[in-house]
């Protein structure tokens, strides 16, 4: 089965960056290593989850371009998820993030007008919550987890842990309904950070799921409401989750 892990982009950030007209979308580049498997750009506005923006559901890390899409609007106040599943069924050791390609990441570059001040909105579940599931399935490990370097003893504790489908299932949970750091700004031409905005968030509360229409039935009505003008200026932020996981499947 496939590991799905959720980036965040959220309302705080889009409130503070975006103008009251929003941004619009024209393109995106969906990206992930070798066992990505499936990526997904989702928009959530107010609680209701509108058409994905962008999606390749049978990624292929060798074949990847930008996607030219039906220009969608942003707006202050929406929210973003990327939403990447992985596959790592043909590995015996675990995955994890990084640059590496046998390591693996999960990016939106979005292609967009009018400029805004930020260039990267980044999001990862913290740490702590994890106790909870090493808790239960592996509590003689719980002090040295809690004291283990990101890539050094977690390394080999995931690697020997016997995993199960359920303990799959509740890892990936805590991954998607768990607490995230959000940071979003923007990066100066010396490297450095500036318009910093930095928060522990729950993921937005979706009371509207999208539901994918009946292709077949489905009637071409012309295009997206919230569809925009010609390709003017455009600037890329890139959506981050950095997968800091071991995967197994």
């Known amino acids: 089965d496939p590991f799905t892990v959720f980036g965040y982009c959220p309302a705080g950030c889009t409130n503070r960056f975006f103008p009251a007209s ?9 990206h992930s290593h070798t066992v ?19 999606q390749n559901l049978y990624y292929d890390f060798n074949y990847q371009l930008a996607n030219h899409i039906t220009p969608r609007v942003v707006r202050p106040g929406d929210d973003l998820i990327v939403e990447c599943l992985y596959n790592s069924s043909g590995r015996s050791v675990g995955t994890f993030g990084g640059e590496s390609t046998i390591e693996e990441m999960c990016f939106s570059f979005i292609y967009y007008y009018p400029e805004v001040p930020i260039t990267y909105c980044l999001s990862h579940p913290i740490t702590n919550q994890f106790e909870g ?13 809690r004291t283990i370097e990101m890539l050094g003893d977690a390394r080999d504790f995931l690697d020997n842990f016997q995993w199960t489908d359920q303990a799959n299932r509740d890892l990936e949970s805590v991954n998607i309904n768990g607490i995230h750091e959000i940071t979003c700004g923007s990066v100066t031409n010396g490297g450095g950070f500036e318009n910093f905005y930095v ?18 039935a489905a009637r071409n009505t012309g295009g997206d409401e ?22 197994f499947f």
Do not use: H, K
């Not at 506005?45 to 509108?50: A, F, K, Q």
């Not at 928060?199 to 077949?216: A, F, S």
């Open 133 to 145: 599931w090493v808790q239960q399935y592996a509590p003689e490990a719980l002090s040295q987890f």
């Open 36 to 54: 990505g498997s499936a990526l997904i750009l989702r928009q959530v506005r107010n609680g209701v989850e509108l058409p994905p923006i962008d």
């Open 226 to 247: 919230d569809g925009g003008a010609a390709q003017l200026a455009y600037s890329i932020v890139a959506i981050t989750c950095l997968v800091m996981l071991a995967m």
């Open 199 to 216: 928060r522990n968030l729950r993921p937005p509360r979706i009371t509207l799921p999208y539901q994918q229409p009946d292709v077949c």
């Open 22 to 30: 929003g941004i619009t979308i024209f393109a995106n580049f969906l």
